[in-house]
Structures are given as C-alpha cells and as structure tokens.
T-cell receptor, first 115, second 114 residues
C-alpha cells in the first residue's frame, strides 16, 4: 500500500517550459488536492477535486491547470513556467469513509525550480 | 487573507519541556481542526485532530486544547524529545462538498535540544 505517490520528486525547468506533475493514490479516496509550500507561507491550495472528472480552483490557481480523468490520478500542469512557480508541490487525498473525519494523506512532494 | 493564524513562527525548547503552539481562526463554519507534523524532505503527516464539540483531546504526548468562544486552539507537546523537532502546521476544514479542503497556518518550526 503506497498511499500517495508523486512523480517526479525533483525537476528544474527553464522559464516558459511546460510540465505535468503526476499524483497517484491507491486508497480509493474521493478527494484530491494540490498544494504548494513556500517558506513562511504554509501550504496553499492550488486546485482540488471532489471526484473523477471534477476540478475546482483553490487559493492560488493562476498559472496552473489540473485534470482528474481517473479516480486514482490527479495531474497538475504548468503551461508556461515562471520563476514565481519555484516551490515544493504536495498532492494530498482524503476520504471520510469509516471515521467521518476528513483525514488528508500527503505525498512526499515535488521540488520544482524554475530558472 | 490568512484564514488560520499560527504562532510562534519558531520555537526552541529543552528536552522535557512543553512547547505550545497557538492558532486562531475567524470562520465559524470550520468544524474540523487537525495538526500536521512535517520533517525535512517529507510531506505533512496528520498528528492529531479535534472537532469543536470537545475542549481537549490527548493522544500520547500530544494534546489539543480548543476554545470555541475565543476561536483559538493550541497544541501542547508533553515531555518533548529531540525526535519531535519538526515543523508543525495547524489547519481548519469545513465539511460538505469540499470536505477535506484544509486551510493551513504558516507553520511553527520546533527545535528540541537534547
């Protein structure tokens, strides 16, 4: 049982390049999220999904797009990377089944540097 | 606008001390308050959580105190150990269709000296 797996773990991009971050969860969770973590800023929600085929904007969605074509996968895309998108990106999933509490499980993170 | 305000930003205690991290919120719709622990290079991991219908919850050496009227909650770590050195985040969540969407504080970096 791997939990939440993110790929890649590290990436360096040049300004203007595009890339996709992949998140996969094997817990059959309904909800999935993408956060970014910056020093002194905590974790800020980029986009989230409450089910397969649905997505919604979070607090800092500009410059990012997402897709959830399969329940277990949540993709985060950067169409034209900017230095301001240098950050550590975390994917998370959650479910209320069983406990009724929305426990969120996080992946190990993707460290992205845009030069 | 920061939905959850956390303090202090950093905290240093001696082994055996009781570090206390405080959080405050404004949105009374929040109904779930978890704390996450994060070690360097790792993702945050759920440590302990509380709902607003109780004033205190203990799990091992970790205790959450919750003051609904003041809209504040805090994490206490009893008999702190060097292995507790990590960054701690408080968070808040609202139920319903966005269940699990967490609003995080900015984090507290805890260092426990041996």
């Amino acid at each position: 049982n791997a939990g939440v797996t993110q790929t890649p773990k590290f990436r360096v991009l040049k300004t203007g390049q595009s890339m996709t971050l992949l998140c996969a969860q094997d817990m059959n969770h309904e909800y999935m999220y993408w956060y970014r973590q910056d020093p002194g800023m905590g974790l800020r929600l980029i986009h989230y999904s409450v089910g397969e085929g649905t997505t919604a904007k979070g607090e800092v969605p500009d410059g990012y797009n997402v897709s959830r074509l399969k329940k277990q996968n949540f993709l985060l895309g950067l169409e034209s990377a900017a230095p301001s998108q240098t950050s550590v990106y975390f994917c998370a999933s959650s479910s209320t089944r069983g406990t009724g509490a929305p426990a969120a499980f996080f992946g190990q993170g993707t460290r992205l540097t845009v030069v | 606008q920061q939905q959850v305000k956390q303090s202090p930003q950093s905290l240093i205690v001696q082994k055996g001390g009781i570090p206390i991290i405080n959080c405050a919120y404004e949105n009374t719709a929040f109904d779930y308050f978890p704390w996450y622990q994060q070690f360097p290079g790792k993702g945050p991991a759920l440590l302990i959580a509380i709902r607003p219908d109780v004033s205190e919850k203990k799990e091992g050496r970790f205790t959450i105190s919750f003051n609904k009227s003041a809209k504040q909650f805090s994490l206490h770590i009893m008999d702190s150990q060097p292995g507790d050195s990590a960054t701690y985040f408080c968070a808040a969540s609202i139920g319903g269709s966005t269940l699990g969407r967490l609003y995080f504080g900015r984090g507290t970096q805890l260092t426990v000296w041996p």
